[in-house]
């Protein structure tokens, strides 16, 4: 369907530029590398220039989230790894992985009924919202260094496949499953990690 957008050979470049730029993200995240997170933050605003142009405001304005989440997750990498040649990933107690779970879905609720009241013409809302709260949710304890943060992107990254495909994005549904692959990855290798080394 013809929406009269004119994209200029610039807007047409970001997509394929933000996604390599994700996906190097991602494999420096599961490597535990703190380069992940500049690498991150250039591709969100890569997204965030193109939803955009392409008047996917309320996308545009989500990656201002995920940005803020990113420049903490650098700050937070930085400063709590400095004393160590390596990353080493914590675990977060189930107490509190239950809690942030119950406050998703209480977020998750109040972003739906908001989303549907501002644009009831929403594709998928309720498929939208909740990969949107989960990705949130897997952005902050993975700036928090939670090794719970491959879990939920796994998930996330494997329901944002057929939600994509049903919208006709093939590719992104291929990007998003190897995300999901690259999350297995990072999961196996922060578990790596977070050993005790022997001597």
């Known amino acids: 369907m013809n929406m009269g957008l004119e994209l200029s050979s610039a807007t047409v470049l970001l997509e394929p530029a933000g996604a390599l730029l994700a996906l190097l993200c991602v494999w420096l995240a599961a490597r535990g590398s703190l380069w992940n997170w500049p690498v991150a933050i250039l591709s969100t605003l890569i997204y965030a220039l193109l939803f955009y142009q392409i008047r996917l405001y309320s996308d545009a304005a989500l990656q201002i989230v995920f940005l803020i989440s ?73 700036a928090r260094k939670y090794i719970q943060n491959w879990y939920v992107w796994i998930v996330t990254d494997l329901l944002y496949v057929p939600l994509y495909l049903l919208l006709g994005y093939q590719v992104t549904a291929i990007l998003y499953f190897i995300f999901a692959l690259l999350a297995c990855y990072g999961l196996y290798h922060w578990r790596t990690l977070s050993l005790p080394k022997t001597k």
């Not at 739906?112 to 902050?140: E, G, N, Q």
């Open 70 to 142: 990113q420049v903490y997750g650098w700050w937070n990498w930085k400063y709590t790894s400095r004393n160590s040649s390596t990353m080493v990933p914590e675990h977060l107690k189930s107490f509190y992985t239950v809690l942030l779970c119950v406050l998703s879905v209480f977020v998750g609720a109040g972003w739906y009924l908001a989303l549907r009241k501002i644009k009831p013409d929403a594709a998928y809302p309720a498929w939208d919202t909740a990969l949107a709260v989960s990705s949130l949710l897997a952005t902050w304890l993975q």
